[in-house]
């Protein structure tokens, strides 16, 4: 069990995905001081210097505070549309690259002929010299018709070879 947390933990995806979070919590740092310090009082220019932090609705001793929340959503907006526009950077670097690449395959498609392999012409096979004796497994002249080794008589030669035998014996 160790050996596959210690496999699953040093695989790429995995580190990749701890250097995101890691950049993602520097990055959520950025875009809190960027919605507290300067979209959110620019906003409260608007809404008459309302400090959207402080907006709170109690209910008796609890209080539910809205203001966080609006001023949450637009860091979530921000983060959101940063992460949209890095993804899409990114993509469009991948087209690029595929695309290049196909480009890349055909023009060395193109190449001229001294730049391509040569493909090798296909020389007939040569006739078979031997055969294998079905009885004894021997290698054979592909001619003969009993087997040197077994003295067999071949099933391809058999008929010619008692047709002979039965005019000799007459």
Not at 29 to 36: A, F, G, H, R, W
Not at 87 to 115: C, G, H, M, S
């Amino acid at each position: 069990m160790w050996k596959e947390f210690k496999q699953f933990a040093t695989r790429g995806n995995v580190i990749d995905l701890a250097i995101g979070v890691i950049i993602g919590g520097a990055f959520q740092k950025i875009v809190n001081s960027l919605v507290n310090d300067i979209v959110m009082p620019f906003v409260s220019i608007f809404t008459g210097k309302i400090d959207f932090n402080n907006l709170t609705i109690n209910f008796g001793n609890t209080s539910i505070k809205y203001g966080s929340f609006i001023t949450n959503v637009i860091n979530f907006l921000i983060i959101a549309f940063a992460v949209f526009l890095m993804v899409r950077y990114i993509n469009k670097l991948n087209k690029t690259i595929e695309e290049k690449a196909k480009d890349i395959n055909k023009k060395l498609e193109k190449q001229p002929k001294f730049f391509k392999k040569k493909k090798k012409k296909e020389e007939p096979k040569p006739e078979p010299t031997t055969k294998i004796c079905p009885y004894c497994l021997s290698e054979i002249n592909i001619k003969a018709s009993r087997c040197p080794h077994c003295t067999s008589i071949l099933e391809e030669n058999k008929e010619e070879i008692i047709g002979e035998q039965l005019e000799i014996k007459q």
